[in-house]
């Protein structure tokens, strides 16, 4: 698993990582609307240089915080990329064991899907 810093100096660093992953997790922190908006840009990035075969998930972070970012975004956001929703709270240490559950459920029935079309 790698965490990409969003600098632009670290583009060319980053290109290198999509091509030999399988899965992308695309975060966003609740109370920060331009974490979310953000998403598109690395959307695009991911698929420039991962291709279309990275499946792709969305987290939403800080859950437990008064929320900026709206279920009704994140859900259309969601349909126009496929992408499963989960979110976590490090405040809460069993929702972020249920997103690693979660996570490597999502990515194995996300493969297998691939796998057979």
């Known amino acids: 698993m790698w965490d990409f810093s969003g600098n632009n100096d670290c583009k060319k660093i980053r290109a290198e990582f999509y ?15 331009q ?10 990035e991911s ?10 998930i969305c987290l939403g972070i ?10 009704d975004m994140i859900s259309t956001m969601c349909s126009k990329y496929k992408f499963q ?3 976590v709270s490090s405040k809460f240490s069993e ?6 559950d979660d996570l490597a459920n999502a990515i194995f029935e996300g493969l297998s899907k691939d796998k057979k079309r």
């Open 19 to 33: 091509s030999e992953n399988h899965a992308i997790v695309y975060c966003f922190d609740f109370n920060n609307l």
């Open 35 to 44: 974490t979310f908006n953000n998403i598109d840009n690395w959307v695009k």
């Open 47 to 56: 698929k420039q240089n991962g291709g279309d075969k990275l499946f792709g």
């Open 62 to 71: 800080k859950s437990d915080l008064k929320k900026e970012v709206g279920m």
């Open 85 to 87: 929703f989960l979110e």
């Open 95 to 100: 929702s972020v064991n249920k997103f690693f």
